[in-house]
T-cell receptor, first 113, second 114 residues
Framework: AQSVSQHNHHVILSEAASLELGCNYSYGGTVNLFWYVQYPGQHLQLLLKYFSGDPLVKGIKGFEAEFIKSKFSFNLRKPSVQWSDTAEYFCAVRNQAGTALIFGKGTTLSVSS | KAGVTQTPRYLIKTRGQQVTLSCSPISGHRSVSWYQQTPGQGLQFLFEYFSETQRNKGNFPGRFSGRQFSNSRSEMNVSTLELGDSALYLC?????????????FGPGTRLTVL
């Protein structure tokens, strides 16, 4: 069965610090990868997704993620975080057969100004 | 376009009761998925519907059921509620069942079981 691991449960950063959130998945075949964000009191929304092509994908609000197939990883990065990036971040995977979208347990990011 | 809407937003029930939650997808979206979100387990997939047919089902007991109507609106039902069913229930819609489609989430229904 597919699974997604997000190794950082809670990350605390100061504004302007760089961010990298880890995501690893277990599935041997072709996958589609997603990062979602849930700001306090708001809906889950898509940050970015990868399904083919350039393994470095750019999303909204300056976020990017790199798909490394050999490492089964899809880490999220942002060069300089802002207080408004405080949120919970979820990595998710869906295989090409179209089975369920499986989420990691999430990483809470707290940014202090 | 209006986003995914879920009703009601909040529910309080007691153990043993049953509950029905409703989801209206984005106009034109035909796939609807349901998730349970809890602090301990995170987001867990419940089921996915497309064209009134259940396509995928998560690992939940049979007390959890759902359906989809011809207008793509969906409902989920939980019978014989347990304390552990307290959670945020999220609905997401997408245009098709393509694995590359983005799923758009609603605000959720917060269910509290006393």
């Amino acid at each position: 069965a597919q699974s997604v691991s997000q190794h950082n449960h809670h990350v605390i950063l100061s504004e302007a610090a760089s961010l990298e959130l880890g995501c690893n998945y277990s599935y041997g075949g072709t996958v589609n990868l997603f990062w979602y964000v849930q700001y306090p009191g708001q809906h889950l929304q898509l940050l970015l997704k990868y399904f083919s092509g350039d393994p470095l994908v750019k999303g909204i609000k300056g976020f990017e993620a790199e798909f490394i197939k050999s490492k089964f990883s899809f880490n999220l990065r942002k060069p300089s975080v802002q207080w408004s990036d405080t949120a919970e971040y979820f990595c998710a995977v869906r295989n090409q057969a179209g089975t369920a979208l499986i989420f990691g347990k999430g990483t809470t990011l707290s940014v202090s100004s | 376009k209006a986003g995914v809407t879920q009703t009601p937003r909040y529910l309080i029930k007691t153990r043993g009761q049953q509950v029905t939650l409703s989801c209206s997808p984005i106009s034109g979206h035909r796939s609807v998925s349901w998730y349970q979100q809890t602090p301990g387990q995170g987001l867990q997939f419940l089921f996915e519907y497309f064209s009134e047919t259940q396509r995928n089902k998560g690992n939940f007991p049979g007390r959890f059921s759902g359906r989809q109507f011809s207008n793509s609106r969906s409902e989920m039902n939980v019978s014989t509620l347990e304390l552990g069913d307290s959670a945020l229930y999220l609905c997401a819609s997408s245009p098709t069942t393509s694995p590359t489609d983005t799923q758009y989430f609603g605000p959720g229904t917060r269910l509290t079981v006393l």
